[in-house]
């Protein structure tokens, strides 16, 4: 068909300057969006970013040097031939025992989940195991082999055990900060504030200095020199703010072969006052529900809603039961303890909004 509002395919193929995947800009927006919030409620002064960056080749591996530190852990080309020569030319889940003498390159957790082409992450497989373990998490195939009586899954969930146990942490984040630090700044600037870029050195001098416990959000308190005479009360806790999005953007289900199978859904509607992915309590009185719930809701327009709890989905809860907590915004919120952060690397663009 005719699409008129699609630029010509050739013309529109150029990245603009400082680019990034979409994955990366969310991060990003949420900064500058965050630091607006706080601008419009607090009388800000100036802006302190760290720019920390994570040397990954380094962390993979400490004792790279020279040519070796230039090409990566392994370049492409030999990436599979290491792997037939690591696993012994036989599959690293049946040890051979399916006798398909077709062998892949097969990712543990795998890409569409969030894995990583690290050399850790990959192992030598059959087609035949590969394809029986699909897009399965490695935990997930493990407990499903379990299971199993069958001599071949025995023999795989041994195996899985032990390249489950070798499979190091994905420097995702590590990543995710390097690409993402000047970009947050350059965002924060909009701001129309002072704004200064520090080392993380200087970060972890002035925490350390002060005497504070290793956090993200303790760190972010002590960046730049205002962070050397900050006041950290110990029983303060951290408000945990985590993006959860809008919902879906697909207009309506599909079958297994790609065609609809449901009507185009309505653009967020309003159902007794509530919207999916409002946060809400149900105190349920009578009726084979019975008891409290907490969590986002997912409204119907017959009244009768689902509430995501922390321990699952209970379905059928009546809208006169619950009772709005806070409006979706896209964002969740929680009060974390004082080890609370949430992810090992995920400080990208890390820093402090100062006032007077």
């Known amino acids: ?35 607006r919030r706080l601008q419009r409620l607090c009388p800000l002064t100036s802006v302190a970013v760290e720019t920390v960056r994570f040397d990954t080749q380094l962390i993979e591996n400490p004792n790279l040097q020279g040519t070796d530190y230039q090409r990566g852990t392994l370049a492409d080309w030999e990436l599979r031939e290491y792997l037939l020569y690591r696993h012994g030319h036989t ?25 990583s082409n690290r050399v850790a992450n990959q192992v030598i497989a059959c087609r035949t195991c590969n394809e029986a373990k699909g897009n399965a ?41 390097n690409a993402t630090r000047y970009a947050t700044g350059r965002a924060l600037q909009t701001l129309g504030l002072p704004t200064t870029f520090w080392s993380g050195g200087r970060t972890k001098k002035n925490r350390s200095d002060q005497g504070y416990a290793k956090d993200h959000w303790t760190d972010a308190a002590c960046v730049g020199e ?6 950290i009360p110990r029983a303060l806790r951290p408000l945990i703010v985590q993006a959860t999005g809008h919902g879906s953007r697909q207009f309506c289900r599909m079958d297994k072969f790609g065609f609809p199978r449901t ?10 006052g509530f919207r999916t992915g409002d946060l809400v309590h149900a105190r349920v009185t009578t009726g084979k529900k019975q008891g409290a719930y907490q969590g986002r809701v997912a409204v119907r327009s017959s009244g009768s809603f689902n509430i995501t709890t922390a321990n699952g989905v209970v379905q059928g809860i009546a809208h006169r039961f619950c009772r709005k907590i806070q409006s979706a915004d896209g964002y969740h919120y929680n009060l974390g303890g004082r080890d609370s952060s949430p992810t090992s690397a995920g400080a990208a663009g890390r820093g402090i909004l100062a006032g007077n």
């Open 1 to 35: 068909r005719k699409t008129r509002y699609r630029a010509p395919r050739f013309l529109n193929r150029t990245r603009p300057a400082g680019w990034l995947p979409p994955s990366l800009q969310s991060r990003v927006d949420n900064v500058q969006a965050w630091a």
């Open 91 to 115: 599959c690293a889940y049946c040890g051979g025992l399916a006798n398909d003498p077709v062998l892949e390159r097969e990712h543990v957790v795998p890409r569409s989940r969030g894995g």
């Open 137 to 177: 998490l490695p935990e997930q195939w493990l407990a499903q082999l379990r299971a199993s009586h069958r001599k071949i899954d025995t023999t795989r969930a041994r195996n899985m055990e032990k390249v489950f146990a070798g499979l190091r942490h994905s420097l995702r984040d590590a990543a995710a900060v």
């Open 226 to 231: 205002a962070g050397s005479a900050v006041r």
């Open 263 to 272: 009507k185009p859904k309505p653009r967020r509607a309003t159902v007794r």
